[in-house]
């Protein structure tokens, strides 16, 4: 007799609830061409209440001056980006690069952050060992999770695309990122940011979705331009590429995820060049059709 397999019970797009105002969030780096103040001006103009900082924008003005900002928008802070990049060997970089990561999620929890994003970082000049800076960011990521711990941040790892693997993220898959926090071993603390832009070309992405449901605190959303310019500063519009957004935050959704839909778009070649308001209703209105 032939095992009994189960029906696979098809979770439609349909059935998906559109996408609230509530819900998006918009990341403070898809709006580069502004500063601290005038990118979340800009959000609270458009009724949008979440954002992610990029932590470069925070030191401009300041984790004081940046929280008071944010307090009187109404604006919630979802996480700051990015930490991580801990694949370093040598004990001088190494220290810093630790005690940059301790002070990045002070400032987390300055401005109310929930998680960190954390990249793990490339190989080093000169390096050609791949296992080796994989091993290295671990074991960093590690180090700071008493500290994320005691400041109630998380530690949210995020996969990227492998194009960036020698110089951003050695990995790249949700499964590379889960055994990670296997070895990690700390899940009140780690977990996983799932970004569209990294993970799409992945056939096992649905899959690998269900087994980490569990681990999953961020949903990032971009598109692929298929005739992409930069491998890490090309990210288009959503609508605008070859990502089905609406169909990755099915696979979360259906396995539990509830958060927040968080756009976030590098673009140093179009959206960066174009006036604000601009960049945040296009955004506002592709939520309604394909987020
Ligand atoms: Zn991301």
């Known amino acids: 007799m032939s095992p009994v397999v189960a029906p696979r019970i098809e979770f439609s797009v ?26 979340m001006e800009t959000l609270a103009r458009h009724g949008v209440t979440k954002t992610a900082i990029w932590r470069d924008k925070l030191d401009e003005v300041g984790v004081d001056e940046g929280a008071r900002i944010l307090r009187d928008l109404g604006i919630e802070v979802i996480s700051l980006c990015a930490g991580g990049l801990l694949s370093a060997s ?3 970089d190494r220290r810093k690069a630790i ?56 530690l949210a ?39 569209s832009y990294a993970l799409w070309w992945d056939h096992n992405l649905e899959a690998d979705l269900a087994e980490a449901a569990a681990d999953i605190l961020n949903f990032h959303v971009s598109d692929w331009l298929p005739q992409t310019r930069d491998i ?42 174009r006036d604000p308001d601009e960049v945040v209703s296009t955004i506002v209105e592709r939520a309604k059709t394909v987020l």
């Open 157 to 195: 790892l995020e996969p990227l695309h492998p194009m960036v693997c020698g110089f951003r993220s050695v990995i790249s898959t949700v499964r590379e990122a889960g055994e990670m926090l296997r070895e990690l071993d700390a899940p009140d603390v780690t977990g996983l940011a799932i970004d």
């Open 99 to 154: 005690d940059d990561n301790r002070r990045w999620i002070d400032q987390a929890a300055a401005v109310n952050a929930a998680s960190m994003v954390t990249i793990t970082g490339g190989l080093e000049d000169g390096s050609r060992d791949l296992r080796s800076a994989r091993d290295l960011a671990c074991q960093g990521i590690a180090e700071l999770v008493p500290h994320a711990r005691a400041a109630g941040v998380k």
């Open 14 to 39: 349909m059935h998906l609830k559109p996408l609230s105002i509530e819900r998006l969030c918009i990341h403070q780096v898809t709006l580069m061409q502004c500063d601290f103040l005038q990118s």
């Open 90 to 92: 040598d004990p001088t």
């Open 232 to 273: 890490r500063l090309d990210r288009g519009m959503p609508g605008d590429g070859q990502i089905d957004n609406r169909k990755i935050r099915k696979w979360i959704e259906q396995v539990g995820f509830d958060g927040p839909i968080e756009v976030e778009i590098f673009s140093d070649l179009d959206w960066w060049k």
